[in-house]
């Protein structure tokens, strides 16, 4: 049984687990966490929210076992600290030109930050997206890219950020919070992805970066029958009386196949307290629908998340007022 502990414990710390019951230290891929600021548009680097982008990615990245060193610490040496609008050329110089430690991967992100009118009213409403992407340094394969906070409706700016004119530094202090959820959002994803493709790699036995975890590859997929889970999707706080308190929501879902929309849909309709839906717009991204339950919010994202469960994909749920945000988090696939 104390092997047996010891083999948990080995595989929860990220361990290589060897033949005689032993586990060796822990091994890479050494991360280097960097913003593209070249473009214009885009927040510079040391900015406030710009930092809170960063400390959201790198601790995503630390939470799923992997090693993440700070840039200006380790390149001191050969770049000059704190050096705003570089350009993926230079930040790719860079991280090759590291040698302690030696890096294996750079996860680099952008921020756009910006504020529009919003027509036939008064107000402004900012706009934040943050984008990022994983590339091996040592043989430039593109591993990943996920991008978030498009699609959301923040809440307006107040007037002193808008009246005379859109005052830039407090439009970047209202956003920090929201771009701090939404870098969280694209750090957890790309570090999936990152674990993703180190399971896939090590199964096809050909790694260049050495696994995150010590487990062993997963089991292959299951496939699953469409079922219509009442009970175990159900909502156990009931529903409100019939024709009062029905609550209409916008499902928007991304990057999902059309085999998995029409589960997602069979789905929807065996949810306990749910009314009525129909198709806004469906294409080869996004698919959304206006649904009507008279369940809450809150039952309704968790209803979600165990369907997403069912299905075996990886993804994140997430809202911003009655849209509910669905996206499926791409992966490369086993072999």
Known sequence: ?????????????????????????????NILVVSEDADKDTIPRNNRAFNRVLAEISEA??????????????????????????????LITVARAISRPPIDL?????????????????FTRPEVRVAGRLLNIKGGQNLGFFEAGGDLD????????????????????????????????????????LSAYMRADDVRGGADLDRADAGGPPPPPVDREIRRPREALGDPAGCSAPGFGSNPFVLRFRNFESREINQLEEY???????????????????????????????ALQR??????????????VSSQGNTILIDKIVTIPRR
């Open 1 to 29: 049984m104390s092997a047996f502990k010891n083999l948990l414990l080995a595989a929860a710390l990220g361990a290589t687990v060897v033949s005689t019951g032993t586990a060796a230290q822990a091994r890479g891929p």
């Open 154 to 193: 923040l809440e307006p700016l107040p007037l002193e950020c808008t009246e005379p004119g859109i005052d830039k530094e407090c439009l970047l202090e209202k956003v920090g919070m929201q771009a701090r959820s939404i870098g969280s959002a694209v750090g957890q994803a790309l570090a999936i992805k």
């Open 106 to 122: 750079l996860v680099s992100f952008q921020i756009y930050a910006s504020a529009k009118k919003v027509p036939f009213a008064r």
């Open 303 to 316: 209803n979600l998340r165990i369907a997403l469960e069912y299905l075996d994909v990886k993804g994140q």
């Open 61 to 90: 990245m630390i939470a799923k076992g992997f090693q993440v060193y700070d840039e200006t610490a380790v390149s001191l040496q050969i770049a000059p600290p704190g050096t705003p609008r570089r350009t993926d050329a230079e």
């Open 268 to 298: 929807m309709t065996a949810f306990r307290c749910y009314e009525h839906h129909r198709p806004i717009r469906c294409d080869a991204l996004v698919c959304e629908y206006w649904y009507e339950t008279s369940a809450q919010q809150a």
